[in-house]
């Protein structure tokens, strides 16, 4: 599932804004392009993660849900 990127970079650039009282629209701008970057990079290195099933779900032989604990490993 990839991040929704824009609902990233907006948070993070109202954070950033909220700490600077009166910005010009230069430091908007550099605000916007510096969050646009956090949020692309973030994206990227969640989209690397890997999500490895080891065991811990049983199915029944005759159908029904599936029960147990799903163990994973995340790289």
Do not use: H, R, W
């Amino acid at each position: 599932m990839a991040l929704d990127t824009l609902a990233l970079k907006n948070a993070l650039k109202t954070a950033m804004l909220a700490n600077l009282p009166s910005p010009s629209p230069a430091q908007i701008s550099e605000v916007d392009t510096l969050c646009d970057a956090i949020a692309s990079a973030m994206q990227t290195f969640v989209a690397g993660a890997t999500i490895t099933y080891s065991t811990g779900l049983v199915a029944p032989s005759g159908g029904g849900p599936v029960t147990g604990i799903f163990t994973n490993i995340i790289t």
